[in-house]
């Protein structure tokens, strides 16, 4: 089975289609400066092409209207003489015939003017050097108008042709119509037709023509220049623009982005907050629950009987002083600690050496143990909330030094690394101090803290453990909250 092809029409509407699409692509392709330059091209050379045709046109019509003026009172100069005795009869007399004839042949007046024409005012022809058919008639159109006065210029002898070449003459003749006036009266008497040469008239029009196009040309091509420096300098400030912008809209979606993640982090920590707090409460009624209120409660078991006594009062106070003395102290030191561990420490005056040494101290004091130090020269001015950070650090780390490693080579560095504060906390492991019956989770829980108090300020957090034993905590902080 053979296909049909399709028609000829369609497969022309193809190309075409083809070539629209290949010309867009290469348009869309082009830069903004490169389409401007084109497009702003094309517009001047068409809009000065048209305006030096109209030019042209109107200084040609012009001029030949000036030369032809210029001709017919010239001619009138040398006619006006031999004609006057038309304004009495309609025939021209001929010695007149021959005066002219002589002027057309015999003087200047042959090298501008070749054949020279008589017409009365009803349009009929009464003298031609040419000898036309007498029975011509003048375009009724042309009597009028010279009639009012006017010179009539018409430079299109094709009606001609014939004439002109039985006179052996060039067709390319201007053919002007003038009024003939009375020397006295200066009335019109009758029409005068002379074809005049155009030799002298083309030239002076193709000079004015050349000069005319060659400035529309030079203007043209300034102006061109002029739009493309204009549209190369503006192409320029609209890409420095435009990737000024998209260095904005980058940065800014950077912004953005980090924002986000700052807004995450925060939602995060004010939870992590929450969970916290909540933990630490916990494990502070946990702690008041374990210790304080258990010796209030031994204590409440310790006490006396309130039936009759079997001892004399003095004996009773004395074994009650002695029982209960020993689990009042107890609960007083176990409030001291608790009440330590939540009450800030006075670090508003100290400076950072002083405040990370104060941790140490207290924590010794608390234990009876032993903390070497390795305190480097620290600023004096950081923002307190670094120095409580600090604190807190070192009393955490060490508090769970002291539970799992029962205080064995417990020691504390600090110093500057650039622009950061860096804290070690170590030991060298041991036998762990914790009571069997103390949850594992408060360990962690303090961890979680010391962990939520340095990402809040920027700093970094490293537990690592030692392959002979011990553990080792590093906190590193900002300088600058």
Known sequence: MVSAS?????????????????????????????????????????????????????????????????????????????????????????????????????????????????????????????????????????????????????????????????????????????????????????????????????KEIRDVKYATWFLIFNVAVIIIVLLHVIARKTSRTISMQQELLESNFARAAALAKRNNALRRAADRARLNATVLNEAYLASIGADIHDGPIQILSLMMLKLPDSGPQVMPPDELAKTIRKDLEPLIQQTLADLRNLSVGLVLPEVEDLPARDTIDLAITRHEHQTGTLVLRALGDLPEHVPRAIRVCAYRVVQEALNNSYKHAGGHGQRVSARIDGKMLEIVVADSGGASTRQPGSPASRAKLGLRGMESRIKALRGNLAIARSPHGGTEIRATLPLRS
């Open 6 to 202: 399709p028609p000829p029409g369609a497969q022309k509407a193809g190309f075409w289609s083809t070539k629209s699409n290949a010309v867009l692509r290469q348009w869309r392709a082009l830069s903004l400066e490169r389409k401007f330059l084109i497009t702003a091209t094309l517009t001047v050379g068409l809009s000065m092409a048209t305006l030096g045709y109209w030019v042209e046109k109107r200084i040609r019509s012009g001029w030949i209207q000036g030369m032809a003026e210029t001709g017919a009172l010239y001619l009138e100069g040398f006619l006006a003489h031999h004609v006057q005795a038309l304004e009495t009869s309609r025939s021209l007399p001929a010695a007149n015939q021959a005066e002219i004839e002589d002027l057309l042949f015999n003087t200047s007046l042959g090298a501008r003017v070749a054949i020279i024409k008589i017409w009365d005012l009803d349009g009929n022809l009464v003298f031609s050097t040419n000898r036309s058919d007498s029975h011509e008639k003048l375009h009724s159109g042309y009597l009028e108008r010279i009639k009012a006065g006017q010179v009539v210029v018409d430079s299109d002898t094709d009606d001609h042709v014939e004439e002109l070449k039985s006179q052996n003459l060039s067709p390319k003749l201007i053919e002007i119509y003038a009024p003939i006036y009375n020397l006295k009266t200066r009335n019109i008497i009758a029409v005068g037709e002379f074809y005049e040469f155009d030799r002298f008239l083309q």
